[in-house]
């Protein structure tokens, strides 16, 4: 079987955790985990499938790493590719940019040609806005808020992996 690609950027650890609990959750056999702090764009053409993992800093920016990372991110062939998205952020301390990051990398992974699954409600966030909610009602990618809401990580997650099992993260 094919593995998953599944590339995260992590300021402070938290976004590495749930990458780490995913990867667990999917079976580590399944996937080849990339820090983005490490790699130049090439990597990503040995996958179909990838998760892509980063954290929102200062006012809606990208994480650091995947801010350096960006302009060649753009520039990646997304064509046949299925991708996943998860985020996190702190929804009550940034309520106008909570989880923004995974609205800005995955409008840029769709425009270049990749299907999203992992849509995510929702329900249960009390942000005012977010680049993610690219739907009413509907983020593009899990978002997880491990400063307000860590008690919900852990369901959050699995109910997710769950989901894109369901939607073919597998093949
Ligand atoms: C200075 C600062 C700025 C932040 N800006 C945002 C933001 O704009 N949007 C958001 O959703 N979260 C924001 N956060 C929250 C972080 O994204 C959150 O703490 C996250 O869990 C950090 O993950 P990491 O350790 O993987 O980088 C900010 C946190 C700090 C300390």
Same mark, same amino acid.
């Given at each position: 079987?094919?593995?998953?690609?599944?590339?995260?950027?992590?300021?402070?650890?938290?976004?590495?955790?749930?990458?780490?609990?995913?990867?667990?959750?999917?079976?580590?056999?399944?996937?080849?985990?990339?820090?983005?702090?490490?790699?130049?764009?090439?990597?990503?053409? #040995? =996958? !179909?499938?990838?998760?892509?993992?980063?954290?929102?800093?200062?006012?809606?920016?990208?994480?650091?790493?995947?801010?350096?990372?960006?302009?060649?991110?753009?520039?990646?062939?997304?064509? #046949?590719?299925?991708?996943?998205?998860?985020?996190?952020?702190?929804?009550?301390?940034?309520?106008?940019?909570?989880?923004?990051?995974?609205?800005?990398?995955?409008?840029?992974?769709? %425009?270049?040609?990749?299907?999203?699954?992992?849509?995510?409600?929702? %329900? #249960? =966030?009390?942000?005012? %806005?977010?680049?993610?909610?690219?739907?009413?009602?509907?983020?593009?990618?899990?978002?997880?808020?491990?400063?307000?809401?860590?008690?919900?990580?852990?369901?959050?997650? !699995?109910?997710?992996?769950?989901?894109?099992?369901?939607?073919?993260?597998? #093949?």
């Amino acid at each position: 079987m094919a593995k998953i690609g599944l590339f995260y950027g992590s300021d402070t650890g938290c976004t590495e955790g749930v990458a780490n609990t995913i990867s667990e959750l999917l079976g580590e056999e399944n996937v080849d985990l990339f820090d983005v702090y490490d790699v130049d764009g090439s990597e990503f053409d #040995g =996958y !179909q499938t990838l998760i892509l993992g980063l954290s929102t800093w200062h006012d809606g920016q990208l994480q650091s790493a995947w801010d350096d990372f960006f302009n060649n991110f753009k520039e990646i062939d997304m064509s #046949g590719k299925t991708v996943a998205l998860f985020g996190l952020g702190d929804q009550y301390g940034y309520s106008t940019y909570f989880c923004d990051g995974v609205g800005i990398i995955g409008l840029v992974a769709e %425009e270049n040609g990749a299907k999203i699954i992992g849509k995510w409600s929702t %329900e #249960g =966030y009390e942000h005012d %806005e977010s680049k993610a909610e690219v739907e009413p009602g509907t983020f593009m990618g899990l978002c997880i808020d491990e400063d307000n809401q860590d008690e919900l990580t852990e369901e959050r997650v !699995q109910k997710w992996v769950e989901q894109i099992k369901s939607e073919g993260i597998l #093949g």
